[in-house]
């Protein structure tokens, strides 16, 4: 894929319907929420940066409190991008032609295995029959 395309699908830009299959690889492979992050990151930064040089320059406040404001809304955005992280990358993907809930169950089935094996260590120390 075109490193321009890349950079423009992770500032948070919407890729051709042909690069369907690389969205889905990017949701639900093993790092997907520090991909998002990263997204989120890149998303959130100009706009409160923004925010915090427009309370300085355009209204006068006081640069503490611009900072504040400016650190508090990067926050609270991360915060809410994070949140509903799992939701985000599944309505990505409807876009692309995927039914709903396709990263989530596309995650479920790569971590099969690993889960199944985590329970059966678990229950082997913790779930020891009753007798």
Do not use: H
């Not at 790569?110 to 260590?121: F, G, L, P, S």
């Amino acid at each position: 894929m075109n490193p321009a395309l890349k950079v423009w699908y992770y500032a948070g830009g919407r890729l051709p319907q042909k690069y369907g299959e690389f969205v889905y690889a990017d949701v639900t492979g093993p790092k997907w929420l520090l991909r998002f992050t990263v997204r989120s990151l890149v998303q959130v930064t100009p706009l409160t940066t923004a925010i915090t040089l427009a309370l300085v320059f355009g209204l006068g406040s006081p640069w503490p409190l611009a900072i504040a404001c400016g650190g508090l809304g990067f926050i609270v955005g991360l915060y809410f991008a994070l949140s509903y992280a799992p939701e985000s990358v599944d309505y990505r993907l409807t876009k692309y032609g995927y039914p709903r809930g396709s990263a989530t169950e596309g995650r479920r089935e790569r971590n099969a295995v690993r889960d199944r094996e985590r329970q059966a260590k678990y229950d082997s120390v913790w779930r020891q029959p009753e007798g």
